[in-house]
């Protein structure tokens, strides 16, 4: 019998030459776990973030470096007791208006969702009146309210009057202030609660109404609460534009933040600069805030709605720190 020249023949049992691995084989593939999974490339982000940290360098380097900021006159005014006083004012105001402005526009949505046409008519009427009116001029007119009407009474219209008031005394700044920002605010916050109102599902309504419950207890302990996850970041903005808002105050004589600094910058005119700086790293702080109050209340009214809650600033920070150490030590590994 022939064989093929360069083929080996084997006998009995004995495995085939192929089978029996060489000394010289290379080492086949390594197991899944030794293998290290490579990040898809993205050249593009990485240039994208070179560009933006170049220019946030930049414009850091020139806030530090321009002298014309002059952040000595900055340090010298940031706590001074004339900008604290303002600052307070700004406070009080903003406090005072947000709760009354979001108690009245509690009552507008309401009086725009009951079944009523006189309450529809009415609320829908100040709506549409104080979101079209400018706020500035809302307040200009309230300044000047007791040039229209010394007194204001209380009693049977074209009837006899119960309780006289003098105007002159009741409005004062603050009061002026209040009244002025809280009306404007309630026009659009009963929008927002509209909405939230709106968004709950019309089976939440069905299923209270089938249990037989109360319609006031309807609305605080079943349909309100899951109202505030949607009414709650729409009012926080609407709180940020009150807290700016309150600089118009300047122009009815009261004295806040806005105010304060307007005036130093009259009696001190070459520290216009700095002392704008003053007002805006103060409401940035105030509005800082809000927004971290913000997070937190959110977060209290996502239950129930959401299987997790969202992490917290400090669980991030853990988290990411724990990851890094991880792959620290499967880099270590490899």
Same mark, same amino acid.
Do not use: C
């Given at each position: 019998?022939?064989?093929?020249?360069?083929?080996?023949? /084997?006998? +009995?049992?004995?495995?085939?030459?192929?089978? *029996?691995?060489?000394?010289?084989?290379? &080492?086949?593939?390594?197991?899944?776990?030794?293998? %290290? =999974?490579?990040?898809?490339?993205?050249?593009?982000?990485?240039?994208?973030?070179?560009?933006?940290?170049?220019?946030?360098?930049?414009?850091?380097?020139?806030? =530090?470096?321009?002298?014309?900021?002059?952040?000595?006159?900055?340090?010298?005014?940031?706590?001074?007791?004339?900008?604290?006083?303002?600052? *307070? #004012?700004?406070?009080?105001?903003? #406090?005072?208006?947000?709760?009354?402005?979001?108690?009245?526009?509690?009552?507008?949505?309401?009086? !725009?969702? @009951?079944?009523?046409? =006189?309450?529809?008519?009415?609320?829908?009427?100040?709506?549409?009146?104080? !979101? @079209? =009116?400018?706020?500035?001029?809302?307040?200009?007119?309230?300044?000047?309210?007791?040039?229209?009407?010394?007194?204001?009474?209380?009693?049977?219209?074209?009837?006899?009057?119960? $309780?006289?008031?003098?105007?002159?005394?009741?409005?004062?700044?603050?009061?002026? &202030?209040?009244? +002025?920002?809280?009306?404007?605010?309630?026009?659009?916050? /009963?929008?927002?609660?509209?909405?939230?109102?709106? @968004?709950?599902?019309?089976?939440?309504?069905?299923?209270?109404? &089938?249990?037989?419950?109360?319609?006031?207890?309807? $609305?605080?302990?079943?349909?309100?609460?899951?109202?505030?996850?949607?009414?709650?970041?729409?009012?926080?903005?609407?709180?940020?534009?009150?807290?700016?808002?309150?600089?118009?105050? $300047?122009?009815?004589?009261?004295?806040?933040?806005?105010?304060?600094?307007?005036?130093?910058?009259?009696?001190?005119?070459?520290?216009?600069?700095?002392?704008?700086?003053?007002?805006?790293?103060?409401?940035?702080?105030?509005?800082?805030?809000?927004?971290?109050?913000?997070?937190?209340?959110? %977060?209290? $009214?996502?239950?129930?709605?959401?299987?997790?809650?969202?992490?917290?600033?400090?669980?991030?920070?853990?988290? +990411?720190?724990?990851?890094?150490?991880?792959?620290?030590? %499967?880099?270590?590994? #490899?």
């Amino acid at each position: 019998m022939s064989e093929s020249p360069g083929i080996a023949v /084997s006998s +009995g049992s004995a495995p085939p030459v192929e089978a *029996i691995p060489r000394p010289d084989t290379p &080492a086949g593939p390594k197991p899944l776990a030794a293998q %290290r =999974v490579l990040p898809l490339r993205r050249p593009g982000r990485w240039i994208i973030t070179a560009v933006v940290l170049v220019l946030v360098a930049q414009i850091t380097h020139g806030l =530090v470096t321009n002298p014309f900021y002059q952040w000595d006159r900055f340090r010298y005014w940031f706590l001074r007791p004339t900008i604290l006083d303002g600052l *307070i #004012v700004t406070l009080e105001v903003t #406090v005072l208006s947000a709760v009354l402005g979001l108690l009245g526009g509690i009552l507008i949505a309401l009086g !725009r969702l @009951s079944g009523n046409p =006189v309450l529809r008519a009415v609320t829908w009427v100040y709506t549409w009146l104080f !979101r @079209s =009116v400018p706020l500035i001029v809302l307040l200009i007119f309230l300044y000047n309210f007791s040039a229209l009407y010394k007194t204001v009474s209380l009693g049977v219209p074209f009837g006899p009057a119960f $309780f006289t008031f003098d105007e002159s005394k009741l409005a004062t700044d603050m009061a002026v &202030a209040v009244v +002025g920002l809280s009306l404007n605010e309630a026009a659009y916050a /009963s929008e927002v609660v509209r909405g939230g109102i709106l @968004s709950v599902d019309q089976g939440q309504h069905e299923a209270a109404a &089938a249990l037989g419950l109360p319609k006031g207890y309807q $609305f605080t302990r079943i349909v309100f609460p899951q109202a505030l996850r949607s009414i709650t970041p729409n009012y926080v903005n609407q709180l940020i534009g009150l807290i700016k808002g309150t600089s118009l105050v $300047f122009y009815v004589s009261l004295l806040d933040l806005f105010g304060s600094v307007q005036t130093m910058g009259s009696t001190y005119p070459g520290d216009i600069v700095p002392l704008l700086l003053v007002a805006t790293v103060w409401y940035l702080i105030l509005t800082s805030a809000v927004s971290v109050v913000q997070f937190y209340v959110e %977060r209290y $009214f996502a239950r129930g709605a959401t299987r997790t809650l969202p992490p917290t600033p400090l669980q991030k920070l853990r988290a +990411g720190l724990r990851e890094l150490r991880e792959r620290a030590r %499967r880099e270590a590994a #490899v």
